[in-house]
């Protein structure tokens, strides 16, 4: 029910049924309007031209397409008091017409029910209206709540079901099948009770909750205004002053406060969407920022890593050029291979599939042993599906060449290049058989600094970061002087299956 309230389809329908209920309301006026007495008259001319203004008014509402609780009992409300209007007329120009005694049956019904309905819908708009606001509550308000709604529901029920019993008893009114005309029931005024129950539990439920009193007196005036008619000219057939006050009532709520609520609103969500506009700018400056920052010390740490090695390689070619130029030729085709992947790494993704930094690594390596004949190389690669920042192992193994291996004589050696699967985690191990050193090193996902001789470990340095920044990964280097060295990089899975997703 609450989702067919909140379609804009479902009001249109019920707004064109209420159009066509006006138009034939005055089709009738047109035809009876001659044999009415002039007082009567006067309240069929009031009730029409209340329907029609009441109706711009919700016709308003609809098109504002606010789906707010408090905005969607107000339409209903609306919309039961046009119908009580459409009722009230119609009573004037079909009463003591024999042949529409059953319409005038129908209509009278209507009449008796309305307030009540209307009433009931009152009740239902205020404890909206003050959800909506989220006005404090007196600890009273939070005891009385759950009977105030119950005695409100019970009065709307017990209400309707006792205008229907009238059909049985004529307690409260009779339309005569032969004449047509209506005459009040000795019971007439017990209506009054029905509705004032329920306006009770408005009025308690309103001064239980801590809204300003003008807020409080305007809301209370929609319905007492027309409730105050109807008790005062009950026995009456007069003008119908219930049409003007009605309408009044409505249009002092609806330009005093509901208008000003939703201009409030309006201009609050107006603040709320211009404050996420520039969360969502500085946001977005702070990614670029952060992306800029991170690409910027990525490439400078690629930078930093390959000096070291082009300077040596370059004095390597220098001398084979004099002792063997076939292998000098052969080295500087590695040598270019080399330098365009390194470079074309500067341009690519941070992370590569691992085989590709593998395959990298191998060519690296074939330029060292050009420097070290005596280096011994061994790969034990048990899992090469995943991914690596790229340039985070050769930095490893420069390492271990120039620091390991590179210090025992004539650079004899091995070096040992491990991978394997655990159930969280890629593990890559680059071993070596070298002088070791005589602190134990750690570099954490914090990017821990090399406590000794930082410039000798920048490589290292660098790589923990990278790998720390792209994939929060880890590597754990352990030594032992004279013994060598073991570098333990540890690629998270779970990091590597949220990128891939």
Same mark, same amino acid.
């Given at each position: 029910m609450n989702r067919l309230l909140k379609d804009r389809r479902f009001w249109y329908v019920h707004y064109a049924i209420q159009i066509a209920l006006t138009l034939t309301y005055f089709v009738f006026a047109v035809r009876y309007y001659t044999q009415l007495e002039v007082r009567l008259a006067v309240n069929v001319i009031l009730n029409g031209a209340a329907m029609v203004l009441a109706m711009v008014v919700l016709q308003s509402m609809i098109r504002g397409n606010q789906e707010r609780p408090e905005d969607i009992h107000l339409r209903v409300l609306i919309e039961e008091g046009v119908l009580f209007l459409l009722v009230d007329g119609a009573f004037f120009l079909i009463d003591g017409i024999p042949g529409m005694w059953v319409l005038n049956e129908i209509v009278n019904i209507l009449y008796c029910i309305l307030p009540i309905v209307m009433s009931w819908q009152f009740w239902k708009f205020v404890t909206a209206w003050? !959800? $909506?606001? #989220?006005?404090?509550?007196?600890?009273?308000?939070?005891?009385?709540?759950?009977? +105030?709604? %119950? *005695?409100?529901?019970?009065?709307?029920?017990?209400? @309707?079901?006792?205008? *229907?019993?009238? #059909?049985?008893?004529?307690? /409260?009114?009779?339309?005569?099948?032969? @004449?047509?005309?209506?005459? %009040?029931?000795?019971?007439?005024?017990? *209506? &009054?009770?029905? $509705?004032? /129950?329920?306006? +009770?539990?408005? &009025?308690?439920? +309103?001064?239980?909750t801590k809204m300003p009193l003008s807020e409080k007196l305007i809301l209370l005036a929609y319905p007492l205004l027309p409730y105050l008619n109807n008790l005062v000219t009950m026995g009456e057939t007069g003008p119908a002053y219930l049409a003007f006050m009605l309408f009044c009532s409505l249009m002092f709520f609806y330009s005093n406060l509901y208008v000003k609520r939703k201009e409030e609103l309006e201009s609050e969500h107006s603040r709320f969407m211009e404050e996420r506009r520039k969360r969502h700018v500085q946001q977005e400056k702070l990614a670029i920022s952060e992306k800029e920052l991170m690409e910027s010390r990525v490439n400078g740490m690629l930078l930093q890593i390959s000096p070291h090695f082009i300077y040596n390689t370059l004095g390597t070619i220098d001398s084979l050029c004099d002792e063997d130029a076939a292998q000098a030729q052969q080295l500087i085709r590695k040598f270019s291979r080399y330098l365009k992947n390194n470079y074309q790494d500067l341009t690519r993704e941070p992370m590569i599939p691992f085989r590709e930094e593998l !395959?990298?690594?191998?060519?690296? +390596?074939?330029?060292?042993?050009?420097?070290?004949?005596?280096?011994?190389? %061994?790969?034990?690669?048990?899992?090469?599906?995943?991914?690596?920042?790229?340039?985070?192992?050769?930095?490893?193994?420069?390492?271990?060449? %120039?620091?390991?291996t590179g210090k025992r004589r004539r650079g004899a050696g091995t070096i040992t290049i491990r991978s394997k699967e655990e159930p969280d985690a890629w593990i890559i191990d680059i071993e070596d058989d070298g002088a070791g050193f005589a602190q134990e090193v750690d570099t954490d996902a914090a990017g821990l600094q090399i406590p000794d001789d930082s410039r000798r470990h920048i490589g290292i340095s660098n790589v923990s970061k990278r790998i720390s920044m792209l994939?929060?990964?880890?590597?754990?280097?352990?030594?032992?002087?004279?013994?060598? @060295? &073991?570098c333990t990089i540890r690629i998270p899975r779970d990091t590597m299956e949220a990128e891939e997703s």
């Open positions: 003050g !959800e $909506s606001a #989220q006005y404090p509550r007196s600890s009273f308000f939070t005891k009385a709540f759950g009977p +105030l709604s %119950r *005695l409100a529901d019970a009065a709307a029920v017990g209400g @309707t079901l006792y205008v *229907l019993g009238n #059909q049985a008893g004529g307690y /409260l009114f009779t339309v005569s099948s032969k @004449t047509g005309i209506y005459k %009040r029931g000795p019971h007439i005024a017990s *209506l &009054v009770l029905f $509705s004032s /129950l329920i306006l +009770l539990a408005c &009025v308690i439920c +309103l001064f239980a !395959e990298h690594l191998k060519l690296y +390596l074939s330029i060292e042993q050009v420097r070290f004949p005596n280096l011994n190389i %061994r790969y034990e690669i048990d899992a090469e599906d995943f991914r690596i920042p790229s340039q985070s192992i050769q930095p490893l193994v420069e390492n271990a060449v %120039r620091h390991g994939c929060a990964g880890t590597v754990h280097i352990r030594s032992i002087p004279g013994e060598g @060295t &073991v």
